[in-house]
């Protein structure tokens, strides 16, 4: 363990950071040992993480010091942040300042830091194709990614912005599973029309993380898309019959009906579908497929993520 550089993994203990994580522990011939970053360093999954040998240590993003303590002695760092936690995207703006600013206090050789597209930059603020939420932001979610770009961008610290993809983990945990509809058949809702979206398992971003930490001379200062499998909601519908074995279809509604479904975020939701429908190449064209299988041999397509994860989404 002492020869093997250490990567600093915020979010350990979440779906991204817990992929490369355990991607780095997994292999036995691995040149970098885990260092897992959590707010909790007792809780269950932390104490599993240590059981599989890694270096467990408390830090919070929103606490630049402890960021700077847990990153000292480190290699690189792997950069993420939840927005879902708090819907703020200015929150999400310091979160990735204090991870940028760490990084560099403490001398790391190379970040990866997990992004997406900041949408303003094909849809401005005065564009009345989607509403502007929260005053300055088309898919908040997603701008302030995009816009947070700029830390590491301006760091001195290498680093390779990830582009990641729709998590086919949402429908286990993030409530876009399928739904019985009043004739009993499963509905699978997903406004996107026949156009296609990158998906991915959220394990599988983590493990191409762990590729691009191994190639440093190639991919540190450069941007880098991925995905599992580019599907439409029909096709995506159809692995999922295939898998659970009943009847799922696709329910395409409008973006104006989505947005106003209620559930907190729905209007960040129906503006992020809107925009990879309505610019689907550009959406698509970084993400290939093709590139992410060399980060990650065992890249999962959607109907292998099924076979796996099936039995886990909820039918209810």
């Not at 992004?115 to 930059?121: A, F, I, S, Y």
């Not at 398992?201 to 983590?206: F, K, N, Q, S, T």
């Not at 009847?247 to 479904?261: K, L």
Request: negative net charge; hydrophobic residues 40%.
């Amino acid at each position: 363990m002492a020869d093997k550089k250490i990567i600093a993994v915020v979010g350990a203990t979440g779906a991204q950071g817990g992929g490369l994580a355990r991607a780095i522990l997994a292999d036995e011939n691995s040149p970098f040992a885990v260092r897992a970053l959590t707010r909790n360093a007792n809780s269950e999954k932390a104490q599993a993480l240590a059981a599989l040998g890694a270096e467990v240590v408390q830090a919070d993003i929103d606490d630049a010091a402890s960021l700077t303590a847990a990153f000292q002695g480190a290699y690189g760092a792997f950069c993420v942040t939840a927005f879902w936690e708090h819907f703020s995207p200015e929150k999400e703006l310091q979160q990735a300042k204090n991870m940028a600013d760490a990084a560099e206090a403490a001398g790391l050789q190379h970040v990866v830091w997990s992004t997406l597209e900041d949408t303003r930059t094909w849809v401005s603020l005065d564009d009345d194709r989607m509403p502007t939420l929260m005053e300055k932001y088309k898919v908040p979610h997603f701008d302030a990614k995009g816009e947070a770009n700029a830390f590491f961008e301006n760091s001195n610290v290498p680093a390779t912005l990830l582009y990641t993809s729709f998590y086919w983990d949402n429908m286990i945990f993030f409530g876009m599973n399928p739904k019985p509809g009043d004739d009993g058949v499963l509905n699978f809702v997903l406004p996107m029309g026949e156009a296609k979206l990158p998906g991915i398992g959220a394990a599988d971003i983590g493990k191409c993380a762990y590729g691009i930490f191994k190639n440093p001379s190639e991919f540190a200062g450069k941007s880098v898309g991925i995905a599992g499998e580019h599907l439409s909601g029909a096709e995506m519908a159809s692995t999922m019959s295939e898998a659970l074995g009943q009847e799922v279809r696709h329910v395409n509604v409008p973006f104006d009906v989505y947005r106003d479904f209620g559930f907190p975020g729905a209007d960040d939701l129906g503006n992020m579908f809107q925009f990879k429908h309505d610019f689907e190449d550009e959406f698509r064209s970084p993400r290939s497929v093709e590139f992410s299988r060399t980060l990650n041999p065992d890249l999962q397509s959607f109907s292998d993520w099924m076979k796996e994860n099936g039995k886990r989404i909820p039918l209810e």
